[in-house]
Nanobody, 120 residues
Framework: QLQASGGGLVQAGGFLRLSCAASGSILSINDMAWYRQAPGKARELVARITSGGSTNYVNSVLGRFTISRDNAKNTVYLQMNSLKPEDTAGYLC????????????????WGQGTQVTVSS
């Protein structure tokens, strides 16, 4: 249902753009979000965007990361600028989706994750 892409290896100060596309018999998508998890650390919410476009971010990425979405493409993006080594993690996307099969409940779906590695 969710396919993430765009990760890679980048030097500190560089940038990457992550994408996550939802597919299937979708009626609507509510909140979409990016999480990250580094080895030995807890999963962390990085950024969230509502269906209306309201956003919130974890403090450590404020001013550097921007979350956006294209509702026509059922896709959420994460533009990551001024990357730091501490941003190194597996990034996972999630979305609350109403489908034809379950039209009355928005179910949280998770993508497979994409690795971001920032070298110093």
């Amino acid at each position: 249902q969710l396919q993430a892409s765009g990760g890679g290896l980048v030097q500190a100060g560089g940038f990457l753009r992550l994408s996550c596309a939802a597919s299937g018999s979708i009626l609507s998508i509510n909140d979409m979000a990016w999480y990250r998890q580094a080895p030995g650390k807890a999963r962390e919410l990085v950024a969230r965007i509502t269906s209306g476009g309201s956003t919130n971010y974890v403090n450590s990425v404020l001013g550097r990361f921007t979350i956006s979405r294209d509702n026509a493409k059922n896709t959420v993006y994460l533009q990551m600028n001024s990357l730091k080594p501490e941003d190194t993690a597996g990034y996972l996307c999630t979305a609350a989706i109403r489908t034809v099969r379950l039209p009355f409940s928005a179910i949280d779906y998770w993508g497979q994750g994409t690795q971001v590695t920032v070298s110093s």
